[in-house]
T-cell receptor, first 113, second 117 residues
Framework: GESVGLHLPTLSVQEGDNSIINCAYS??????FIWYKQESGKGPQFIID?????DKRQGQRVTVLLNKTVKHLSLQIAATQPGDSAVYFC????????????FGKGTLLTVNP | ETGVTQTPRHLVMGMTNKKSLKCEQH?????MYWYKQSAKKPLELMFV???????ENNSVPSRFSPECPNSSHLFLHLHTLQPEDSALYLC????????????????FGPGTRLTVL
C-alpha cells in the first residue's frame, strides 16, 4: 500500500548547525506536503507546506525541498536552536472532495547546546 | 495557541466506564478530524467530518463513537475501551475549499492523553 516514511528516526545536532530531516513517500498522486513539529505534551504544529507543482519553498529558517522524481521530501532547518528540539512529521495529501493527509512516523530532533 | 481546544487534557478510565472527549475550533473551519497517536506509530486517522457530516470512518471499532453537532464542535464518546486504546487523541480542523492548488493544512489541538486501566 501507499505509505509515508522517514529515513532517520532520530537526529542529534549541535546548536547553530543546520539540520536536515528526510521523508520518503510512495503515492505519486499526492499533490500537497506538510511538515509538522510536535513538542512534548503538545499537538503537531504546522511548519511549512509545499504543493506538488513546486520543488522548493522557504520560510523563516526552514526550507522544504520536494523531489518528485524519487518521491523524496526534506526539511532543512538553518542555525538549529534548542527550541527546535521536537519530533518532526511529514505528511502527504491527496484526494478530491474527501481530502486526506497521511502522516509519517516522525523524526526526533535533539539539539545539543 | 492553534485555535483548537481539547478537553480534558488527561483522562484515566476503567474498561467499563463511559466518557467523552471534546474538541472545539475557533477558526471557522468546515472540516474536523479525530486522530489517534500511539507510541512509535504514525498518526492514525479515525474520523473525518465535513460540514457536520461524517465522511470518513477509518475502520474504527464501535466502542469509539463520534458526534459533530455543529462545524465548531466535535466529540468522541468512549465506552468499554481496552487497555490498548490508551493513546493521545488529537483533534484537528481545516478549511477545505475543494479547488486545485488549495492548501489543506490541518490545525491540531493539544490532545487528550487517555489511559485505560
Amino acid at each position: 500500500g501507499e505509505s509515508v516514511g522517514l529515513h532517520l528516526p532520530t537526529l542529534s545536532v549541535q546548536e547553530g548547525d543546520n539540520s536536515i530531516i528526510n521523508c520518503a513517500y510512495s503515492n505519486s498522486a499526492s499533490d500537497y506536503f506538510i511538515w509538522y513539529k510536535q513538542e512534548s505534551g503538545k499537538g503537531p504544529q504546522f511548519i511549512i507546506d509545499i504543493r506538488s507543482n513546486m520543488d522548493k519553498r522557504q520560510g523563516q529558517r526552514v526550507t522544504v525541498l520536494l523531489n518528485k522524481t524519487v518521491k523524496h521530501l526534506s526539511l532543512q532547518i538553518a542555525a538549529t536552536q534548542p527550541g527546535d528540539s521536537a519530533v518532526y512529521f511529514c505528511a502527504e495529501g491527496s484526494g478530491g472532495s474527501n481530502y486526506k493527509l497521511t502522516f509519517g512516523k516522525g523524526t526526533l530532533l535533539t539539539v545539543n547546546p | 495557541e492553534t485555535g483548537v481546544t481539547q478537553t480534558p487534557r488527561h483522562l484515566v478510565m476503567g474498561m467499563t466506564n463511559k466518557k467523552s472527549l471534546k474538541c472545539e475550533q475557533h477558526l471557522g473551519h468546515n472540516a474536523m478530524y479525530w486522530y489517534k497517536q500511539s507510541a512509535k506509530k504514525p498518526l492514525e486517522l479515525m474520523f473525518v467530518y465535513n460540514f457536520k457530516e461524517q465522511t470518513e470512518n477509518n475502520s474504527v471499532p464501535s466502542r469509539f463513537s463520534p458526534e459533530c453537532p455543529n462545524s465548531s464542535h466535535l466529540f468522541l464518546h468512549l465506552h468499554t475501551l481496552q487497555p490498548e486504546d490508551s493513546a493521545l487523541y488529537l483533534c484537528a480542523s481545516s478549511q477545505e475549499r475543494g479547488a486545485s492548488g488549495s492548501r489543506h493544512e490541518q490545525f491540531f489541538g493539544p490532545g487528550t492523553r487517555l489511559t485505560v486501566l
